[in-house]
């Protein structure tokens, strides 16, 4: 009877407590944190570089750049360009004034042509002289002019010679004195050793110009730049130097023109490291556009930035770089939405993909996203998107 009384009463509170094991039920599923949200990547084949690039930012240089000055001090009386305007090589820029060697070169002149009609002059009377001693010696011969005579005749016709070749070594050195003179007014002119444009003048008319002494440096009169060939120097870490040759391609991106890079190809290779205090040691490298901007405007100056590439594997396996965990592990998710750990080996790697030879297979999926912390091996995650690696 007692058993008959617990048991009408269990079930009469069985409703209850099946009521309330659904309340908690119900409440779990509802309020349970939500499944993990990651990123996959599909594992596919495609081309891995391995890269190279500068640790601070490199410069865009011309080929050809002189920061000129006349080789004479003195005050600029004629300054013939102006600032961004083109030049021709040979093109006069600059002229100082040069009016007292402009007097030594016509004294010079004058000096020239007194000595040239002295010249002339001394070698009439060297001819007249000769003429006189071959008759003396015919006279001689027939007894009219005693020895004495024909030697006096001859004596003055050889003095008279010496004169006239006197005359002519006044001439040469009349000729060396304007060549002084025009070496002198050389100096005083600056002209365009090559096509450029002036991109900078730091003298005005009727200011004096100094060249540099040795040692102290001074502003260059005129700043010439050959902007028809341009070159990125960039340093590059001394660690990374060795995996650098002459002719490899390289992607050249500059700051002030955005979302674009440029093919490249390293021109030269410095044969020393840089060594600067308190920085890395670095070793300069140029590297060549091979088809320079056109729409653009490339200025020398700009900031930029070079990747080197010194090794590639095409059509191998490969996965976004991001997605690789300390130990060269990746997460892979399953069929079943469980994250399983996987250890993989690594081939050429860059900032973007690195190169799988073992541990994934094509087709495999990975996780992408891995700054959350509830992300790990043995959890299940829900998909957010899907990408390809490409």
């Not at 993990?36 to 081309?47: A, K």
């Not at 009439?124 to 005579?149: H, N, P, T, Y």
């Not at 070079?306 to 592990?329: K, M, W």
Request: proline letters at 5%; one cysteine or more; charged letters at 25%.
């Amino acid at each position: 009877m007692a058993v008959s009384q617990r048991r009408n009463s269990f079930l009469k509170i069985l409703p209850y407590l099946l009521a309330v094991a659904l309340l908690i039920i119900a409440g779990w599923y509802f309020t349970r944190p939500p499944l993990p949200r990651v990123q996959l990547i599909t594992v596919g084949r495609g081309l891995v570089e391995a890269t190279v690039s500068n640790t601070r930012a490199g410069t865009v240089k011309a080929c050809r750049r002189a920061k000129l000055s006349a080789p004479s001090g003195g005050q600029i009386s004629h300054l013939l360009v102006k600032k961004g305007e083109r030049v021709k090589t040979g093109q006069i820029l600059l002229e100082l004034w040069d009016q007292d060697l402009q007097a030594q070169e016509n004294l010079a002149q004058e000096q020239l042509v007194t000595a040239q009609t002295q010249a002339k002059q001394a070698c009439l009377q060297a001819d007249l002289a000769e003429q006189e001693a071959g008759r003396a010696r015919q006279l001689q011969a027939k007894g009219f002019i005693s020895v004495e005579g024909m030697d006096q005749k001859t004596s003055n016709a050889r003095v008279a010679r010496a004169g006239c070749d006197a005359a002519h070594s006044q001439i040469e050195q009349s000729r060396s004195r304007i060549q002084a003179a025009n070496a002198g007014l050389d100096r005083m002119v600056l002209k365009a050793p090559f096509d450029g444009i002036v991109a900078d003048i730091s003298g005005e008319l009727g200011e004096y110009a100094t060249p540099s002494p040795p040692g102290i440096p001074t502003p260059p009169a005129i700043d010439l730049i050959d902007d028809s060939c341009l070159f990125v120097s960039a340093p590059i870490d001394e660690v990374d130097a060795a995996n650098i040759k002459a002719g490899q391609s390289a992607r050249i991106t500059l700051d002030a023109i955005k979302g674009k890079s440029f093919a490249g190809r390293v021109k030269r290779i410095a044969p020393y490291v840089l060594e600067l205090e308190k920085q890395a040691r670095t070793v300069e490298v140029e590297v060549d556009f091979v088809k320079p901007p056109t729409t653009e405007n490339l200025l020398v100056g700009y900031s930029a930035d070079v990747e080197i590439v010194h090794a590639s594997h095409d059509n191998v396996l490969r996965i976004p770089t991001q997605a690789l965990l300390e130990g060269h592990r990746v997460l892979l998710y399953k069929a079943d939405g469980v994250l399983e750990e996987r250890s993989v080996t690594t081939g050429l790697a860059n900032w973007n993909q690195t190169e799988i030879t073992s541990g994934l297979n094509e087709g495999d999926r990975i996780v992408l996203t891995l700054d959350q912390a509830s992300v790990k091996a043995g959890v299940k995650v829900k998909p957010e998107t899907e990408n390809v690696v490409k």
